[in-house]
């Protein structure tokens, strides 16, 4: 007797499916923004968000109060710290020191090289640009939005290699934006 393919693959997927329970769906994922405990990047953060029910990633600050988790190993501390306490890193924000924003060329390049590289440790899929007010680009000037587009344009692609993606917020309005 002979058996086709497609007879083979039914017959095996019934033989695993006995005794199998049925499929659900994995339980929703939620992250709290680190920026909103009054508490530094670190176990301690974790610690606290472990304690919230329901709760299972922390976006952490890039640089928070001068702490720039992009030096040294600090981001694969956070890495093994999240996960000894179930935690996720599934973003990235506060990128930018004191002083930097989108506008500076050279500066901006290196913030946002240093932010995929955190995020690739940290697995963190998303990080947040912020570009607010006067660190937002003019919409309606190309020599404003220009070298930033371009910046992105660059980026993109060492983003993408590390399994992130560069998100903006910025203080447009939606019909701006």
């Not at 530094?40 to 472990?50: D, K, R, S, T």
């Amino acid at each position: 007797m002979s058996v086709n393919r497609r007879e083979f693959l039914a017959a095996s997927l019934a033989t695993t499916a006995v005794g199998a329970q049925p499929l659900r769906p994995p339980p929703p994922r939620f992250a709290h923004r680190q920026a909103q405990m009054p508490l530094p990047p670190g176990e301690n953060v974790f610690q606290f968000a472990a304690k919230i029910p329901g709760l299972s990633g922390v976006q952490l600050q890039m640089i928070w109060h001068g702490e720039d988790i992009s030096q040294g190993d600090r981001a694969r501390d956070l890495k093994r710290q999240a996960r000894d306490h179930g935690m996720l890193t599934p973003s990235i924000a506060g990128i930018w020191q004191h002083g930097e924003n989108i506008f500076g060329g050279p500066v901006a390049e290196r913030a946002l090289n240093n932010a995929i590289r955190t995020a690739a440790t940290l697995e963190a899929g998303v990080i947040l640009v912020v570009m607010f007010k006067e660190n937002c680009p003019d919409m309606n000037d190309p020599k404003s939005y220009g070298p930033v587009v371009e910046l992105f344009r660059r980026m993109a692609p060492h983003a993408a290699n590390a399994n992130t993606k560069l998100c903006v917020e910025t203080s447009l309005l939606p019909e701006d934006d």
